[in-house]
T-cell receptor, first 112, second 114 residues
């Protein structure tokens, strides 16, 4: 069966520090991969998605970037965090045909 | 553009009472519709999905949802709520050529009174 791992679960980082959140998927190959952000009291906003290695699409302009160095690995990064980057970040995967997305457990990021 | 509206930010029901969470979508073609549930500090778990066929879909944990094209709605229902159903519920819409790329509603927080 497929599983998705996301870490760390919580992170407190100072403003201006770098960020690296990692997500890996097991049990499937060539998945679509997604990073969503959930701000307090709001729904989920799609930040990035990837249909293959090295292929990244950004949905919204922001201080973050994403990379997919391996088929089942998706990384969310920032060179310098802003206070507004605080939130709950969720990684997800799906198949390429119409299908539901499967979510990781999320990372709670607090920028101080 | 696709969009999803969940009109109710917060709903409180008594344990054992019935539940209906509303979801309206905007999409030009036949949508793919989903309901997810999120417990505090956790990821999202799929409750049910609608792609085509029978407009009344059954999901896990006793939930069901009905797709009504004329009303652009996909409301979630449960005949008898349990205290463990307290969580946040998200409706989402996807498109045929976009895999798991989903547009989410703002969510409805469900509280259950004893």
């Amino acid at each position: 069966s497929q599983t998705i791992h996301q870490w760390p679960a919580t992170l407190v980082q100072p403003v201006g520090s770098p960020l690296s959140l990692e997500c890996t998927v097991e049990g499937t190959s060539n998945p679509n991969l997604y990073w969503y952000r959930q701000a307090a009291g709001r729904g989920l906003q799609l930040l990035f998605y990837s249909v293959g290695i090295g292929q990244i699409s950004s949905e919204v302009p922001q201080n973050l970037s994403a990379s997919r160095p391996q088929d089942r690995q998706f990384i969310l990064s920032s060179k310098k965090l802003l206070l507004s980057d605080s939130g709950f970040y969720l990684c997800a995967w799906s198949g390429h045909s119409p299908n539901e997305a499967f979510f990781g457990q999320g990372t709670r990021l607090t920028v101080v | 553009a696709q969009s999803v509206t969940q009109p109710d930010i917060h709903i409180t029901v008594s344990e054992g009472a019935s539940l209906e969470l509303r979801c309206n979508y905007s999409y030009g073609a036949t949508p793919y519709l989903f309901w997810y549930v999120q417990s505090p500090g956790q990821g999202l778990q799929l409750l049910l999905k609608y792609f085509s066929g029978d407009t009344l879909v059954q999901g896990i944990k006793g939930f069901e949802a009905e797709f009504k094209r004329s009303q652009s709605s996909f409301n979630l229902r449960k005949p008898s709520v349990h205290w463990s159903d307290a969580a946040e519920y998200f409706c989402a819409v996807g498109a045929e050529n976009q895999g798991g790329k989903l547009i989410f509603g703002q969510g409805t927080e469900l509280s259950v009174k004893p």
